[in-house]
């Protein structure tokens, strides 16, 4: 079965420290991988996605993600955390089908 | 802002009711996606539309139907509506539909059956 774990519910990072947030996946071979971001009341917005090639992808807002085919993850890092990137977060998996992580709910203390 | 719309932001209504959710695409987009965002469930794909057509199917229930308009609008109709049906309701638009379209998501709408 596909399936998304992001094992981490809630993170509080201190603004300016650095982010790391885990997400592992199952599915029958190797999928597409995205993460997005919701702020509350809004929609989920694209940060970033792996289809092939270069394993470390860019996204928006100073984020990366390195895809480790071994381990089956595609964590989400940003080097210095803002205030303004208190959000949930949500790595999914899949092709027009996305599968959803449970999410990571990500607190800035200043 | 995605570029999607969705309407209304908010509805509550009865068990036993029935609701009609509408999405706009983003402009140029021939592809609509639907998803519900519920506290037990997570985020889940219910159904995929592509030009008119219907493309790909998840976890929607029997109760729930979808379609795309020749404008390229969607609706979802949710019925006989149980308090489980409560939760956010998405929907994203793409390009054409292919595998690495991306999807862009509206702000959802807020269903709450009391």
């Known amino acids: 079965a596909q399936s998304v774990t992001q094992p981490d519910i809630h993170i509080t990072v201190s603004e300016g420290a650095s982010l790391e947030l885990r997400c592992n996946y199952s599915?029958?071979?190797?999928?597409?991988l995205f993460w997005y971001v919701q702020s509350p009341g809004q929609g989920l917005q694209l940060l970033l996605k792996?289809?092939?090639?270069?394993?470390l992808v860019q996204g928006i807002k100073g984020f990366e993600a390195e895809f480790k085919r071994s381990q089956s993850s595609f964590n989400l890092r940003k080097p210095s955390v803002h205030w303004s990137d208190a959000a949930e977060y949500f790595c999914?998996?899949?092709?027009?089908?996305?599968?959803f992580g449970t999410g990571t709910r990500l607190l800035v203390s200043p | 802002d995605s570029g999607v719309t969705q309407t209304p932001k908010h509805l509550i209504t009865a068990t036993g009711q029935r609701v009609t959710l509408r999405c706009s695409p983003r402009?140029?987009?021939?592809?609509v996606y639907w998803y519900q965002q519920s506290l037990d469930q997570g985020l889940q794909f219910l159904i995929q539309?592509?030009?008119?057509?219907?493309?790909a199917k998840g976890n929607i229930l029997e109760r729930f139907s979808a379609q795309q308009f020749p404008d390229l609008h969607s609706e979802l109709n949710l019925s006989s509506l149980e308090l489980g049906d409560s939760a956010l309701y998405f929907c994203?638009?793409?390009?054409?539909?292919?595998?690495?379209?991306?999807?862009?998501f509206g702000p959802g709408t807020r269903l709450t059956v009391l």
């Open positions: 999914a998996v899949g092709f027009q089908k996305l599968v």
């Open positions: 994203a638009s793409s390009a054409d539909g292919q595998h690495t379209d991306t999807q862009y």
């Open positions: 402009s140029g987009d021939l592809s």
């Open positions: 599915y029958g071979a190797t999928p597409y």
């Open positions: 792996y289809f092939s090639g270069d394993t």
């Open positions: 539309y592509y030009n008119g057509e219907e493309r």
